[in-house]
Every structure is written in structure tokens, then in C-alpha cells.
């Protein structure tokens, strides 16, 4: 690790992550660090320049060494942003600083979710001005959404935000629902929340990948990664995610009914819920779907709204519960995860997990009598298939 440049401030990944959003105009098209009018205004109104603005975006990192960097900042100076590895990942054109108000900390854009490094985000004076990421794949997302609008004439665009941990078959059915009554899906891919996170969010990002390329149609679906902030894990800023799809040209957002964050609540037989006001204020349609299931009775996945049968037939579609049977090495069953993608996680969650792969396959699967090199994820799937034999069952 080098030693940081003296007009340079340190910053750890999530304050990084929430730099990165306000440059690429994923909450509003004010895509600066705010002064203390600015603040001010966002603090009193929840507005800024007529756009509904939950957050202030507040810079004011902790430590000695910002600090004094701050303090000594000169207007017009560019100060470099460096990450926890050395490396210089963007910079600040300074415009000015001054005191933060600690006592509006929880409207501020880099305190708005409980990560431990977000509470220590904040010190004494705040720095405003423009702000340049370098090499930020966001940017490089929404050139390509500009591109696929633009060559498809999209004009009904429908954002869905998914943790996809793990991606299983009510995921999947959700997308198609989606691609069905849209010209193009933005699928928000969320970083998980603290202890939930047991897959890496490559991983994650590469079974999407792999599902789209094989059973979605071309240009119909574009990953939106969240990778480098936490401000959307496990649902708990729904205001954000409408103002993101909103920002990123979606005119519908799709939220499943057990959305933590909703408060979802009844009037007159009518489903409401907190995010009514964003209707009005973005021209957003918000649709609440209902839980998706596997009814042993219907012999397929249903929703809880269209299926008679009680919840004694319903397989439910846990994301801990499918978690604790991949970390146990055990594939989920086909109903409720596709086989290729149990085989994509697995072989990466247990890598080199037996000690001769080939050996194992030779003797529990038929082969065309071709000596077949085999790898772990084939091993998997392969297996799948034996388990789906009914012959003998």
C-alpha cells in the first residue's frame, strides 16, 4: 500500500459506493456534494430544485488526516479520493466546506443505512463540490441503457431490485412476469445486508448473467449492479429504489409483498403502501405482487392470490432456508432452484470438494463411451438428473 498523497482524503468502499451513485445521477439529477444551503434546504423541504429528496449529500469523512485535509482544502483544488488498497479511485473539485449539523445525521446520504461503517462516516466539517469516479461501471450501465432504449424504441421500462441470494425459480418467474408487460426489464442487483451475505456478489452477478444469456430473450433485461454500497441491502431504503428506476428511465417499479421497508397496509380492501406519495411525485406506477409459492397440488408455482389450495400445500421459496442447504453442500430440489444454477454455486462454494472428480463420474453416470473430462459443476448437474429419475421411486 502507498502512502496517500497530501491533498487526498481516505475513504472506505461504502462511502465509495454512495460517491459513485450521486456522480452517475442514480438519486437526482444534482450529482455533486452539497453546500450547507443546499443541505439546508434538503434538511427542511425534502425537495431540491422540485425533485423529492429524501437524503442530503453531506460529505464530511472521519479521521484526523480528512479532516485536516478539509479544513485546508482551497476552493478550486482537486482532491483525490483514495480507497483502503491505495489506489486513487476519483476526486473532489472542491467548492468550499463547512460545519457538519450532527443533528440531522439520519438525512444524510452516507449515513442512511446501519452498517458500521456508515455510522462512522461522519466528523466535525463537511466539503462540497463536484466529484469525478473513475472507470465507474454505473457509468458504463447506463450508457449501455441509453443504447438499448434507443435501438428498441423502449417506451415501457419496468425496474425490479433482487438480491438474487440465491437466484431460484419464484426469481425467475418474477422476471418473465415482468419482461411480459414491458419493453425492457432494469434488474437492480443488491448487495445483502450484513450476516446474509454468504455468496460473493460476483457470484451472484454471474448466475444472472448465465440466466439471461440462456433463457431470456436478447436486450430484454440489463443488470443494474449495486456492488459498492450498501444503501439498498435487503430492501431497506424503499424510498431510494423508486427514485433510482425512476432516474434510470423505469415508469413502473415491481415489489413483491413481503418487500421489507413497504408497510404495506389495507384502506377499503385496497393495498397501500408508503411509497403512495412516489406515484405523484416521480410518475412511477408501483406494483405489489403477490408471494410466489410451489403448490403440490397445482403441481406448479403459483401465486397465493390465484391458488385455492391452503398453505399446507405450499412450498415456500426461503431464501435462508435454500442458503442453509447450499452452504450444507446439498443441492435444492429442481422445483425451487434451476439445476445448472445449484451446480454453478456449488462448485464455487466447494471448490475441489472431492478428490477424484473423475472417478466419481465414470462410475455413477452413463457416458457415450468416450473418456469425458468432467468438472465439478457437471458432477452437479449431473447428479440432479439421477435425483429426478422416477422409475424406480
Avoid: W
Wanted: glycine residues 6%; charged residues 25%.
Amino acid at each position: 500500500m502507498t502512502s496517500p498523497r497530501k491533498n487526498s482524503i481516505l475513504i472506505n468502499n461504502e462511502a465509495f459506493g454512495a460517491l459513485d451513485l450521486i456522480e452517475n445521477q442514480i438519486f437526482s439529477k444534482f450529482n455533486r456534494l452539497m453546500n450547507e444551503k443546499e443541505a439546508n434546504e434538503v434538511y427542511e423541504t425534502g425537495f431540491l430544485g422540485g425533485e423529492p429528496m429524501p437524503y442530503a449529500f453531506v460529505f464530511a469523512p472521519q479521521g484526523k488526516r480528512n479532516q485536516e485535509t478539509i479544513k485546508n482544502a482551497q476552493k478550486g483544488e482537486k482532491i483525490e479520493l483514495i480507497n483502503s488498497s491505495g489506489e486513487s479511485v476519483g476526486h473532489i473539485n472542491v467548492s468550499g466546506s463547512f460545519k457538519f449539523d450532527e443533528t440531522k445525521s439520519a438525512q444524510n446520504i452516507f449515513r442512511a443505512n446501519e452498517t458500521e461503517s456508515a455510522r462512522q462516516c461522519c466528523d466535525k466539517l463537511a466539503i462540497s463540490g463536484e466529484i469525478k469516479i473513475y472507470g465507474s461501471a454505473l457509468e458504463k450501465v447506463k450508457e449501455r441503457i441509453g443504447s438499448v432504449k434507443k435501438e428498441q424504441n423502449a417506451q415501457k421500462i419496468t425496474a425490479i431490485m433482487l438480491t438474487a441470494e440465491p437466484f431460484n425459480r419464484a426469481h425467475e418467474r418474477l422476471i418473465r412476469m415482468t419482461i411480459d408487460k414491458a419493453d425492457l426489464v432494469l434488474l437492480f442487483l443488491l448487495k445483502s445486508h450484513g450476516a446474509d451475505e454468504v455468496m460473493s456478489f460476483a457470484l451472484k452477478k454471474r448466475v444472472l448473467e448465465y440466466f439471461i444469456q440462456n433463457y431470456i430473450p436478447q436486450n430484454r433485461l440489463i443488470i443494474v449492479p449495486f456492488e459498492n454500497s450498501s444503501l439498498f441491502s435487503s430492501h431497506l431504503n424503499p424510498t431510494l429504489e423508486c427514485i433510482a428506476a425512476h432516474r434510470l428511465g423505469a415508469d413502473k417499479l415491481v415489489v413483491g409483498q413481503n418487500h421489507a421497508g413497504i408497510g404495506m397496509f389495507y384502506d377499503h380492501n385496497v393495498a397501500h403502501t408508503v411509497l403512495e406519495r412516489y406515484k405523484n411525485d416521480l410518475n412511477l406506477e408501483i406494483v405489489v405482487l403477490p408471494e410466489l409459492v410451489y403448490c403440490n397440488e397445482c403441481k406448479t408455482l403459483v401465486s397465493t392470490k390465484t391458488c385455492p389450495h391452503g398453505q399446507h400445500h405450499h412450498i415456500k421459496y426461503h431464501a435462508q432456508t435454500l442458503k442453509t442447504l447450499l452452504l450444507s453442500g446439498i443441492l435444492p430440489p429442481a422445483i425451487l432452484m434451476r439445476r445448472d444454477v445449484s451446480a454453478m454455486i456449488l462448485s464455487e462454494l466447494f471448490p475441489n470438494r472431492f478428490e477424484n472428480i473423475q472417478k466419481l463420474c465414470d462410475e455413477l453416470f452413463p457416458s457415450n463411451g468416450l473418456l469425458e473430462k468432467q468438472t465439478e459443476r457437471e458432477f452437479y448437474e449431473k447428479l440432479m438428473k439421477l435425483y429426478q429419475t422416477t422409475s424406480l421411486s
